[in-house]
Structure formats: structure tokens, C-alpha cells
């Protein structure tokens, strides 16, 4: 039984750590945390809620207002 709880508290442990991709509206570009997007200051494993506010999607340049959860 121990070992069945110790498996839920890993599982909900892996749900916590788990980044949403965001894709942009206008033209399709995904944000994935797990790769971030180093090129413009942002680095892997950055997640959405932790990407500054004046970030804009490195494609066609709008803003993260712009972008919906994948």
C-alpha cells in the first residue's frame, strides 16, 4: 500500500513540474518552455506565467496577449 502512495505523490509531483506550450495566434510559432527561446532572453525550461511582459513572439513579433495554451 505504502508503494502505491509513494507512486501518487511522484505522479503529482511530475504534474506540478509539467510546462504548457503556448502557440501564437497570428502565425502559428509554439512556445515550449523546455526549450525557451534563448535567442531573444529567454532560457530553457523558462515557464509562460515566467516570460516578461514585453516578450514578443520571435516570428512575426506580437505580443504574449496573442498566444493560447496548446
Not at 37 to 65: F, I, L, Q, R
Request: proline share 6%; aromatic share 12%.
Amino acid at each position: 500500500m505504502e508503494t502505491v502512495f509513494k507512486k501518487k505523490q511522484l505522479i503529482k509531483k511530475a504534474e506540478d513540474f509539467k510546462m504548457e506550450k503556448y502557440v501564437c495566434t497570428v502565425c502559428g510559432y509554439i512556445y515550449d518552455p523546455a526549450v525557451g527561446d534563448p535567442d531573444n532572453g529567454v532560457t530553457a525550461n523558462t515557464k509562460w506565467e515566467d516570460v516578461p511582459a514585453e516578450w514578443v513572439c520571435p516570428v512575426c513579433g506580437v505580443g504574449k496577449d496573442l498566444f493560447e495554451k496548446e
